[in-house]
Nanobody, 116 residues
Framework: QVQFVESGGGLVQPGGSLRLFCAASGRIIFGFSPMGWYRQASGKQRELVAFITGSGTTSYADSVKGRFTISRDNAKSTVALQMNSLRPEDTAVYYC?????????WGQGTQVTVSS
């Protein structure tokens, strides 16, 4: 019914930047759906790092505030996450989903590794 596909991850040095992308497809009225970026580090639970409403209002976890920026393009049904000043503790698999974290729509995620 709905699928989210993440891309843009990779290996980056501390202090570097990456931009992640999420493409939504299927039966979804994308522009009306609050969207979120989540991450899950090895051995830890998945956490919400940022979300954005259909109209563009954003919110961030304290751990990423000031460093990450979430955005969306409703015409293209995409969500992006600009990550700056990356730290080793940002290493995780990053996922996009509805901001509520629907258990039905987790994708494969994209791996972000911050290491020197």
């Amino acid at each position: 019914q709905v699928q989210f596909v993440e891309s843009g991850g990779g290996l980056v040095q501390p202090g570097g930047s990456l931009r992640l992308f999420c493409a939504a497809s299927g039966r979804i009225i994308f522009g009306f759906s609050p969207m979120g970026w989540y991450r899950q580090a090895s051995g830890k639970q998945r956490e919400l790092v940022a979300f954005i409403t259909g109209s563009g209002t954003t919110s961030y976890a304290d751990s990423v505030k000031g460093r990450f920026t979430i955005s969306r393009d409703n015409a293209k049904s995409t969500v992006a996450l600009q990550m700056n000043s990356l730290r080793p503790e940002d290493t995780a698999v990053y996922y996009c989903n509805f901001a509520s974290g629907s258990p039905n729509y987790w994708g494969q995620g994209t791996q972000v590794t911050v290491s020197s």
